[in-house]
T-cell receptor
Framework: AQSVAQPEDQVNVAEGNPLTVKCTYS??????LFWYVQYPNRGLQFLLK??????LVKGSYGFEAEFNKSQTSFHLKKPSALVSDSALYFC????????????FGKGTSLLVTP | GAVVSQHPSWVICKSGTSVKIECRSL??????MFWYRQFPKQSLMLMAT?????????EQGVEKDKFLINHASLTLSTLTVTSAHPEDSSFYIC?????????????FGPGTRLLVL
């Protein structure tokens, strides 16, 4: 079985400050981890993924995430938030032993204020 | 690259009618396409996985006779909501995994908002 948890419904950050959106996962095999962003009434846009290799993954729009196996976490980070980063962020996981279907977290709403 | 389109972007229909939603991978061939449903302020729920040329695999609780999925080519999958009812109103999103290259990554369409009156 595989699952992913996003413990925060909403994260509020002032523009220019660093942001973190949390994600923890549970899989039986090796995890394939993803972050997607969704703007209102739109589909999901791929931000970054971890499959193997370096634990620090860099993605689109200045976002990065760190894979921590011991803590089973894959938190999304950005050094300096922009107002335009305000959106809904989804963490997703796939077990390397399963098919290609993703299991999504419930989403975290990020609000960046000027 | 890796663009997925959906048509229509929104549709309003009367209860009892059927609605077809198309999902196309525009610049890559997709071995596998996925259909998700999203309720307001909630996460995506996987409905079914479709592989080109074979029957779709439906998630538990999803009626296969209600939600007909056809994956006739490597660039097109369709979802038909048959005899739609108001409770079928939702945001339907498809995704596609490339046949070659980054197979582990899913690329999502912009979604189709369905309102059944």
């Amino acid at each position: 079985a595989q699952s992913v948890a996003q413990p925060e419904d909403q994260v509020n950050v002032a523009e220019g400050n660093p942001l973190t959106v949390k994600c923890t996962y549970s899989v039986s095999g090796n995890p394939y981890l993803f972050w997607y962003v969704q703007y209102p009434n739109r589909g999901l846009q791929f931000l970054l993924k971890y499959i193997t290799g370096d634990n620090l993954v860099k993605g689109s729009y200045g976002f990065e995430a760190e894979f921590n196996k011991s803590q089973t976490s894959f938190h999304l980070k950005k050094p300096s938030a922009l107002v335009s980063d305000s959106a809904l962020y989804f963490c997703a996981v796939r077990d390397s032993n399963s098919g290609y279907a993703l299991n999504f977290g419930k989403g975290t709403s990020l609000l960046v204020t000027p | 690259g890796a663009v997925v389109s959906q048509h229509p972007s929104w549709v309003i229909c009367k209860s009892g009618t059927s609605v077809k939603i198309e999902c196309r991978s525009l610049d890559f061939q997709a071995t596998t396409m996925f259909w998700y449903r999203q309720f307001p302020k909630q996460s995506l729920m996987l409905m079914a996985t479709s592989n080109e040329g074979s029957k779709a695999t439906y998630e538990q609780g999803v009626e296969k006779d209600k939600f007909l999925i056809n994956h006739a080519s490597l660039t097109l999958s369709t979802l038909t909501v048959t005899s739609a009812h108001p409770e079928d109103s939702s945001f339907y999103i498809c995704s596609a995994s490339p046949r070659e290259g980054l197979r582990e990554t899913q690329y999502f369409g912009p979604g189709t908002r369905l309102l059944v009156l």
